[in-house]
């Protein structure tokens, strides 16, 4: 299933930067190499992210076992993206 269209990423490729290490759609973005474009897919990717360290991450240092619904702040310039979601 595709995650981003923009970019064609499906769920595999999520999950598998996931695995290595990403924590946020934004860092899922920086293993691709790639940048945000239209944004409609990062609630996915958040989703996505916070399930997989619910599940696996057990030595993060970042997150816990129970998901936690504002884990980082929204960047200063949050309003610029589109459909009110930041990548972070
Ligand atoms: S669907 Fe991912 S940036 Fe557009």
Do not use: W
Not at 39 to 67: D, F, I, L, W
């Amino acid at each position: 299933m595709y995650v981003c269209i923009c970019h064609a990423l499906n769920d595999k490729q999520v999950t598998k930067a996931l695995e290595n290490g990403a924590r946020t759609p934004a860092s899922v973005f920086r293993h691709y190499e790639r940048q945000v474009q239209c944004g409609k897919c990062v609630p996915m990717m958040r989703e996505m992210a916070q399930s997989h360290c619910a599940n696996q991450c057990h030595s993060c240092s970042t997150h816990t076992a129970t998901p936690q619904p504002a884990l980082l702040p929204e960047p200063a310039n949050a309003e610029s993206f589109p459909y009110g979601v930041a990548a972070e």
